[in-house]
């Protein structure tokens, strides 16, 4: 075997082909030798010529290096290499050993460019963004939303009657939080079917459609059993910690074609998405999502308590929500039929960051405060309050501190967090 066999830089990747972008940092080798070590262990080759592989199936099956900008590699792989709609298979290559050789000191998965064959192999969100809105009844304007806190702790009757209050104030969705499933002092069922009839009764009375976000996250069969649950007893949206219940467990989710939103929370994504050197980008965190089939996916925030840079939420929010997207910066992607999806901004959001969020992530987000509601002087119900007023402000371009002047709530809430200009 050649030592460059996976290197080609005049090679022009092909529609059908998947595209991965990396960032390489090499351990006492070339950036060229340490690309060729990835491209060959994910997908054909070895540490040494095996019986069988020639230049032939290398020249049809091999990965392709076909671009080195410093230290950014793109690798073009042949779609034969995979199995179509089956994303677990499809990650064991192109981020799987790689991840553990010794040519990297770093290595880090930026992006991932899906052809439409494979694309099509999957089912995508079932409702989107229009579907969600159809449900709520919100045309064209953000959602707006409350985590129950503490997270954990409440029985199923405090957590209902939170949920009925925030629900009360104006808020369009009430979520359980990433960690709540079925602890002893607070049973997923119990807590479910008083929260529903809370959810029935506020609708009643104010004539608004809510969302009530329940957390299904567990063994893959008893996460199907509680979402059918939910479906079962007047719910409509289920909720999975997608990184810590793995892609397989989602896929299967997804494809029970439940009537349900699906909102996807990222837990867990820090282990590998934080350090800019190594790992996985949330972006392609953001792209799985989407193409497997989330409704609504957690992405940051960009005015929090998370972290993450408004220049890598924004181009998140992007890839999520748009059809073609061709500037990002990273690679392009043609979503075809793969609906679009909602960004879930929250972390630390309050009455007086909304206004600025909106600003910068557009109509198409759900913002969702905590402690930024639970917390608020007057309690859970003001503190909804306080986030409609800056809704409502934000919609008709009125300055937070001069619409606080009328809305005492909200000028509560200025007064405790502050806000942002």
């Not at 099509?120 to 969600?132: Q, T, Y």
Request: aromatic content about 6%; hydrophobic content about 40%; glycine content about 8%.
């Amino acid at each position: 075997m050649k030592p460059l066999d996976f290197l080609n830089l005049k090679y022009k990747p092909k529609e059908s082909d998947l595209v991965c972008l990396f960032r390489v940092e090499p351990n006492k080798v070339s950036v060229k030798e340490a690309a060729n070590n990835l491209a060959l262990e994910s997908s054909i080759g070895s540490w040494d010529r095996v019986e069988g592989l020639n230049e032939k199936l290398i020249n049809r099956l091999g990965a392709k290096v076909y671009s080195i900008n410093k230290n950014l590699v793109k690798i073009a792989y042949p779609i034969e290499l995979f199995e179509l709609g089956n994303m677990p298979s499809i990650l064991s290559g192109i981020a799987g050993n790689i991840f553990g050789m010794k040519v990297v000191k770093n290595l880090r998965l930026e992006d991932i460019e899906f052809p439409k064959k494979l694309i099509d192999s999957f089912k995508g969100p079932k409702l989107g963004i229009d579907g969600v809105r159809k449900i709520i009844r919100v045309k064209d304007r953000p959602l707006i939303g409350t985590i129950v806190k503490p997270k954990v702790g409440f029985s199923p009757d405090k957590h209902a009657e939170y949920a009925y209050r925030a629900w009360s104030g104006g808020l369009d969705l009430v979520k359980s939080d990433e960690n709540l499933t079925n602890q002893d002092f607070n049973k997923f069922k119990e807590r479910f079917k008083k929260t529903i009839k809370k959810m029935d009764k506020v609708e009643k009375e104010t004539g608004d459609r809510k969302i009530y976000v329940e957390n299904v996250t567990a063994e893959t069969k008893e996460m199907i059993k509680r979402a059918r649950f939910i479906q079962d007893n007047g719910g409509n949206c289920a909720m999975i910690d997608v990184v810590v219940s793995g892609w397989s467990a989602f896929q299967t989710l997804r494809n029970e074609n439940l009537d349900l939103i699906l909102h996807i929370h990222r837990a867990g994504h820090g282990m590998f998405t934080e350090n800019p050197k190594h790992g996985m980008s949330m972006l392609t965190v953001a792209k799985i999502v989407r193409l497997i089939g989330g409704d609504e996916l957690h992405i940051g925030a960009v005015f929090g308590k998370m972290k993450g840079e408004e220049k890598e939420v924004k181009i998140i929010e992007k890839e999520i929500e748009k059809n073609i997207i061709s500037s990002n910066g990273v690679l392009k992607q043609d979503w075809f039929n793969i609906k679009p999806m909602f960004s879930v901004c929250s972390g630390g959001i309050h009455p007086g960051t909304l206004k600025k969020l909106i600003e910068s992530m557009g109509k198409d987000i759900i913002a969702q405060a905590g402690a930024g509601v639970s917390a608020h002087p007057l309690g859970v119900n003001a503190g909804a309050r306080a986030m409609k007023q800056a809704l409502n402000a934000s919609l008709e371009g009125i300055d937070l501190k001069e619409y606080a002047k009328d809305h005492v709530e909200l000028k509560m809430a200025i007064d405790k967090w502050g806000y942002l200009k």
